[in-house]
Antibody, heavy 120, light 110 residues
Framework: EVQLVESGGDLVQPGGTLRLSCAASGFTFSDYWMVWVRQVPGKGLEWVSRINPAGSFISHAGSVRGRFTVSRDNAGNSLYLQMNSLRAEDTAVYYC?????????????WGQGTLVTVSS | QSALTQPASMSASPGQRITISCTGSSNDIGRYNFVSWYQQHPGRAPKLIIY???TRPSGISDRFSGSKSGNTASLTISGLQAEDEAHYYCSSYITSDSVVFGGGTKVAVL
């Protein structure tokens, strides 16, 4: 069974840093693109970052580019999101998701999410 | 990249059919056949219900169907059931480094 478990969400002050983790199991992690998506409570979904299987290609949404960095450890079956210079508008539930085998971006498995709150 | 446009809410009675639209542009929906739809119940993670415009993942009811015409994609739910009450989000692949979601549609079953 595919499982994705996020951790690392917390209350942090503006300008602070946080590192989110996503532990993957039940599939060959190194075969899949992985994605971070966030959702402000009560609002819609926003794509944050995407990384290829080898970790050699990464991309970020304009709203986080230069502040957030996605990475992965295929040996440890883990996905990470390093979040720097956090702002109040980064407050959201952060989901990691697996990008399915079909061409395009189809997020076929999601974690339960981890809440990041940026506030003084 | 602007979000795709969806109606904020829709409602219908059990057994009826409902169609949710998702409007983008020639840079996203109009260019690629890579539209996905997600269902999200309150307090839960989103669930993929359609990908590649019209393909259902294994285990998804055939009451859900997807289509596309020009810059607009659509999700149709047939034989509406109480369990279908949820938020629905469309998304489109743009390039290898970008994905865009719709603002979401809340579906109410009357």
């Amino acid at each position: 069974e595919v499982q994705l478990v996020e951790s690392g969400g917390d209350l942090v002050q503006p300008g602070g840093t946080l590192r989110l983790s996503c532990a993957a199991s039940g599939f060959t992690f190194s075969d899949y693109w992985m994605v971070w998506v966030r959702q402000v409570p009560g609002k819609g979904l926003e794509w944050v970052s995407r990384i290829n299987p080898a970790g050699s290609f990464i991309s970020h949404a304009g709203s986080v580019r230069g502040r957030f960095t996605v990475s992965r450890d295929n040996a440890g079956n883990s996905l990470y999101l390093q979040m720097n210079s956090l702002r109040a508008e980064d407050t959201a539930v952060y989901y990691c998701a697996r990008d399915g085998p079909a061409t395009g971006v189809d997020l076929d498995h999601w974690g339960q999410g981890t809440l990041v709150t940026v506030s003084s | 990249q602007s979000a795709l446009t969806q109606p904020a809410s829709m409602s219908a009675s059990p057994g009826q059919r409902i169609t949710i639209s998702c409007t983008g542009s020639s840079n996203d929906i109009g260019r690629y056949n890579f539209v996905s739809w997600y269902q999200q119940h309150p307090g839960r993670a989103p669930k993929l219900i359609i990908y590649g415009v019209s393909t259902r993942p294994s285990g998804i009811s055939d009451r859900f169907s997807g289509s596309k015409s020009g810059n607009t994609a659509s999700l149709t739910i047939s034989g509406l059931q109480a369990e279908d009450e949820a938020h629905y989000y469309c998304s489109s692949y743009i390039t290898s480094d970008s994905v865009v979601f719709g603002g979401g549609t809340k579906v109410a079953v009357l």
